[in-house]
């Protein structure tokens, strides 16, 4: 087989093949291109992190630092209570909000995919239709309910709405539960499992990489939110790390006769980032895989 592709190759005329090679080299250029303008705002802010002010209000810019400060990310990390706002936002916001985003969208969306009952492709539209509704219209009304709640300066406010599932997710959801064979939930049927059990030990168990991206999805959201916590709590300790990226923007640390402002607020904000790639660096095969299986099936 190899031997016949190679003597198609060569048979094909000349310009062909160089049409071909320029076809090749043109889609890797712009691979090229696109790939070095999206790293560049985060070489930037990195090399930036190693900068003092002096090399930072520079123009033309300065690309390689000399000298380059390390100790921006030691110091502009240990200038606030960043491990405090650390805990607060992975223990106390990312992952419950996480974990009751998951199970709350994947019940609800292996209902309306898997389960027939009376009014259900009505409900589901309008399911669909409140992602139309803009988040500032809610604004309001729900900071009142939440006051009369008693919820203000908790985390309740950002984490109890995420277990009531989330109509995008419950459509991407739904269409991947759609993609199932049938005939395994009618097995288990057969067998006596109840539709809780055929959720929990069917349909969970083949949608792994459904699940991670919206875990993924969900627990992105929750690190970079800031609007939520800015509404919603006003005791410093409670902060999350948005929060405090958003109070070194106004602050200005000096050592010496050194201005560190902006050098730290990028070192800061370059911890912060990382384990945003490195979420998606570790978890992109299930990321891209459930990315494309929930379309196969409307």
Known sequence: MATQLAVTHYSQPWHQRVLELLGHILKYFVLIVLAVSFLLPFYWMVSSAVKDDAQVYVVPPIWFPNPQFWENFWNAWNSETFNLWTFNTVVRYAIPATVGVVLSSSLVAYSFSRIEWKGRNALFAVVLATMMIPDWVRLVPLFVIFRKLGWINTFNPLVVPQFFG?????????????????????????????????????????????????????????????????????????????????????????????????????????????????????????????????????
């Open 166 to 298: 989330s109509a995008f997710f419950i459509f991407l959801l739904r269409q991947f539960f759609m993609a199932l064979p049938l005939e395994l939930s009618d097995a288990a049927r057969i067998d006596g499992a109840s539709e809780l059990r055929i959720f929990l030990r069917v349909i969970l168990p083949l949608s792994k990489a459904a699940l991670a991206v919206v875990g993924l999805f969900t627990f992105m959201n929750a690190w970079n939110d800031y609007l939520g916590p800015l509404i919603y709590i006003n005791q410093e300790h409670k902060w999350v790390l948005t929060l405090g990226v958003g109070r070194l923007r106004g602050a200005v640390y000096e050592i010496g006769n050194t201005k560190l402002a902006y050098p730290w607020l990028m070192a800061v904000s370059s911890l912060i980032t990382l384990p945003v790639f490195l979420a998606f660096f570790f978890a992109q095969r299930s990321f891209i895989e459930g990315i494309s299986l929930t379309g196969l099936k409307g």
